[in-house]
């Protein structure tokens, strides 16, 4: 069921400051068709306008409701391209409220995935390091140890995904199989669509299909840790801590924010990437 929204005529018509526990769930779109919601940021302290990406679907539904017609698909204001067979992103992408890059080029991003792999992981094993340096990581009783926790949950769901990514890069640019031999990452309505495109856009459809996914994961594996470390550290009094201890705790609290950041500029980009090769 499509969710019902607000119409606005811009983001500047939301008054946060009358944004509370009743309506912080409200929807919002303005008259070029983006969409909105509101979420309170606990690190900050504050509530906050996020932009979320809209299903064409529930797009077409609302620009009924709104104006009592039908909707069409070649507009002069905008063209939407009904997409036979799209990839279903991941649900946490619009929980997050992450949108599209503006734009992309994909042959550069696909250049630069490898070494993007390599930043993720050197800024985790850094956040990690200066957790393990706050000594913040085993409880007053001594029997838990987060820093144990941390560096499994970091080599399980960042770490492995992210090799993944990177070899499926190496494989697809520099030592690709026939594409028949990718067929097994698509569904039977994806591969209905993969046979219409020609031999280009099905290199740059498995490419994005193939690396983006495991990019992905190994990011929703991070955003998760980062979640993680916030919720086991929180509690924590800087004040508390001495010297190097208290600068260690301070750089990892800093350095999630900025690797967070990162994180969620990255799925735009695959977002982007993904519209561009066609998958949605």
Request: include cysteine; glycine fraction near 6%.
């Amino acid at each position: 069921m499509a969710r019902k929204y607000i119409k606005i005529s811009s983001v500047s018509d939301i008054d946060l400051s009358r944004i509370g526990v009743g309506n912080i769930e409200n929807r919002y779109i303005d008259s070029q068709g983006n969409r909105y919601a509101t979420r309170f940021n606990k690190r900050k302290r504050k509530v906050e306008i996020v932009r979320i990406a809209l299903g064409l679907e529930e797009a077409q539904a609302i620009v009924q409701r709104s104006h009592g017609t039908k909707v069409s698909l070649e507009s002069k204001a905008a063209e939407v391209k009904v997409h036979p067979a799209p990839f279903n992103l991941p649900p946490w992408i619009a929980q997050l409220g992450i949108a599209p890059a503006s734009r992309l080029n994909s042959v550069e991003y696909l250049n630069e995935i490898e070494k993007e792999c390599n930043r993720i992981s050197e800024r985790f094993r850094g956040i990690i390091s200066n957790i393990k340096r706050s000594e913040v990581g085993i409880d007053s009783g001594g029997h838990h140890d987060f820093n144990l926790d941390i560096a499994t949950a970091f080599d399980r769901d960042i770490q492995a995904p992210l090799h993944e990514t990177q070899k499926m890069v190496s494989e697809l640019t520099r030592f690709p199989k026939p594409m028949s031999n990718y067929l097994a990452y698509l569904n039977k309505k994806h591969k209905v669509y993969f046979e219409t495109l020609n031999s280009e856009r099905q290199k740059e459809y498995i490419k994005a299909a193939t690396i983006g996914t495991k990019m992905l994961k190994a990011i929703k594996g991070g955003l998760d840790l980062i979640q993680m470390m916030r919720e086991n550290m929180e509690h924590m009094d800087p004040e508390a801590l001495k010297g190097e201890q208290k600068k260690a705790f301070e750089n990892a609290m800093q350095s999630m924010d900025f690797t967070e950041s990162g994180l969620r500029e990255e799925t735009g980009k695959i977002i982007k990437w993904f519209e561009t090769a066609s998958l949605i």
